[in-house]
């Protein structure tokens, strides 16, 4: 038994500064409630003791630690300032076993405790993305985390096999419920003083295998997703649960000292449901498949293809497809580059996508640009 102890200090200050700058035709200037500036600091002092237990082929590791964390936050727009501490137990435990000379199994269980982050501190707007303007009302959680991991792992380095298979468990508690308002592109953020939990598992695994008549490597992943929650939707608590699975084969394969191919395929079904009988979100079944070429026909020459075929699948919209193309040529001649580049070769106008959250189902439309043929020179200067 080897015992081991730590004291450390840990200090994370952070700053959040946005600000949203009104219209041209609107008188010009800054909104206070448009910007944000933050000043969160967090200080942790740590204290533990690790264990490690080696008997033959097991290993054991236990963590202990015990912090005390003290966090400041400034928020100067309204002018609150805000003080929280505490003192967290964050454990862990370990385990690794070797089956045999290629196989080995690992055992990990996780316990978090700690304070909010910098992103739950804000209460101005921030637009996350073009099409995603965010309100927070600022309230900071407590969060406990806790997770159990199951590993199996082969490796076959003379056969060129490789096997990862895995199970998860993760439950997450706070101190607030969120609900979320939508109105257009904007999102508000509100925050209940009620206990959540929410709970997930999880089950993957991943395969490879090089062939060496092909010069190539077979890949295959597959995963299945469940968790389930709760939410504040239009002033009720909803219990909601997801599922979602998930498959990915993929094909590596080199042609000789001429090029590779590689080929890639994604399959994805999700469904989420509303619990006490609510209507959810229709479920999504969504694919991809993605093949690129590369050769080297000569010295300094490179040519790229490339394809992308996107399909989904929802009850009431039916089934979108879109597809996409490109094509480069690339000569390189001492310190020059020329290139040649086809892009959107089918000329695809438009791609439209399909997501869900815990409640409902959104659909983005997307508006590209036309094929286009760029002629391009890069050079150096010394």
Not at 14 to 23: A, I
Not at 88 to 98: I, M, Q, V
Not at 202 to 211: D, M, V
């Amino acid at each position: 038994m080897e015992t081991k102890y730590t004291l450390g200090l840990d200090i994370n200050r952070q700053q959040l500064r946005s600000s949203l700058q009104s219209l041209p035709k609107n008188p010009p200037g800054r909104a206070d409630s448009l910007a944000n500036r933050i000043y969160w600091n967090k200080y942790e002092l740590h204290f533990g003791a690790d264990l490690t237990y080696v008997y033959q082929k097991l290993k054991i590791v236990a963590g202990m630690p015990l912090v005390y964390s003290r966090l400041h936050t400034s928020d100067q727009v309204p002018g609150q300032n805000r003080h929280r501490s505490g003192i967290f137990f964050t454990p862990s435990f370990s385990a690794y076993y070797d089956l045999g000379l290629f196989t080995s199994l690992a055992a990990v269980a996780r316990h978090n405790s700690g304070l909010g982050e910098i992103s739950n501190s804000f209460t101005g707007y921030i637009m996350q993305s073009y099409r995603s303007l965010v309100r927070n009302d600022g309230q900071l959680p407590e969060k406990q985390d806790r997770s159990y991991q199951l590993r199996l792992h082969y490796r076959h380095p003379v056969h060129a096999v490789f096997l990862n298979i895995g199970a998860d468990y993760f439950q997450n508690k706070t101190n607030l419920l969120y609900g979320y308002d939508y109105r257009g592109l904007l999102t508000l953020i509100n925050s209940y003083r009620i206990d959540n939990t929410a709970r997930g598992h999880r089950f993957y695994a991943q395969l490879s295998k090089g062939i060496e008549a092909i010069h190539g490597t077979v890949r295959l992943n597959a995963g299945y997703t469940g968790s389930t929650g709760n939410r504040i939707s239009r002033d009720e608590r909803v219990g909601f649960s997801d599922r979602s699975f998930r498959l990915e084969p993929a094909l590596d394969v080199k042609i000789g000292s001429l090029g590779n191919l590689q080929y890639s395929f994604r399959y994805m079904q999700g469904r989420n449901t509303i619990h006490g009988g609510g209507r959810g979100p229709e479920p999504i079944r969504s694919g991809s498949q993605s093949t690129r070429l590369n050769l080297f026909p000569a010295k300094g020459v490179t040519f790229h293809l490339a394809h992308d075929y996107f399909y989904f699948h929802v009850s009431t919209a039916g089934r979108r497809t879109a597809q996409f193309a490109d094509a480069a040529l690339t000569y390189h001649y001492k310190t020059m580059q020329i290139s040649l580049n086809y892009d959107n070769i089918f000329n695809t106008r438009q791609y439209i996508s399909a997501s869900n959250n815990e409640t409902s189902s959104y659909y983005s439309t997307y508006t590209l640009r036309p094929a286009q043929v760029l002629l391009g020179l890069r050079f150096k200067i010394r």
